[in-house]
């Protein structure tokens, strides 16, 4: 199994708030992106980061912000916390650019917004 | 643009019957993959198999196959002999060599949940 952690794995927060979903890979892959799950869409991609404090916007980026200080580390943070960003994050990680790379995602943060 | 569209939305099998998972694909790119996951209901994505565009041969893992034509776009996956442990949500996706910095990323379908029944 590929070596990521996705932290929390479950987390409630209320409209408004601030909250900060965190993927850590043992792999030194330099890939990393933010998909979300939603019904009816499959996985959806957010952010990707590319390197080290290089990051770009994904399909459904609005309302999110992503920071990757290290190499290991990609930090997922809604500003803002709304109602229709309840959903299934998942972080994964590819080696390099190659489409032909199997991709490796984390067990899912399931994220509640009351 | 990719869009990979899984039509169905839900099946429901009895034990030991053969089941087919649609996938059918949209891309202009010439060289693509195409990849199935599997997720089970404690809801992590199982990696199950990548195949790329320029090879068209069956492939059969167990009692997993997956046909790959590219004539009509698709690439379907048949579990031979269904069980119960099989019970999960099916994605397929797509995956091409992007002109920006992300390399490559993953169109997703809206998958397939499978129900087995004992």
């Known amino acids: 199994d590929a070596g990521i952690t996705q932290s929390p794995r479950h987390k409630v927060t209320e409209t408004g708030t601030p909250v900060t979903l965190r993927c850590h890979q043992t792999?030194?892959?330099?890939?990393m992106y933010w998909y979300r799950q939603d019904p009816g869409h499959g996985l959806r991609l957010i952010h990707y980061s590319y390197g080290v404090k290089d990051t770009d916007k994904g399909e459904v980026s609005d309302g999110y912000s992503v920071s990757r200080s290290k190499t290991e580390d990609f930090l997922l943070t809604l500003e803002s916390a709304t109602s229709s960003q309840t959903s299934v994050y998942f972080c994964?990680?590819?080696?390099?650019?190659?489409?032909?790379?199997?991709?490796?995602f984390g067990e899912g943060s399931w994220l509640t917004v009351v | 643009a990719q869009k990979v569209t899984q039509a169905q939305t839900e099946i429901s099998v009895v034990e030991k019957e053969d089941v087919t998972l649609d996938c059918v694909y949209e891309t202009r790119d010439t060289t693509y993959y195409l990849f199935w996951y599997k997720q089970p209901p404690s809801g992590e994505l199982v990696f199950l198999i990548r195949?790329?565009?320029?090879?068209?041969q069956n492939e059969i893992s167990g009692r997993y196959s997956w046909n790959f034509q590219k004539s009509t776009s698709s690439f379907n996956f048949t579990i031979t002999a269904s069980q119960v442990v099989d019970s999960a949500v099916y994605f397929c996706a797509l995956s091409a060599l992007q002109n920006d910095a992300s390399g490559s990323r993953l169109t997703f379908g809206e998958g397939t949940q499978l129900t087995v029944n004992p």
């Open positions: 994964a990680i590819s080696e390099n650019r190659w489409p032909g790379n199997t991709i490796y």
């Open positions: 195949r790329n565009s320029f090879d068209e």
């Open positions: 792999e030194n892959h330099r890939y």
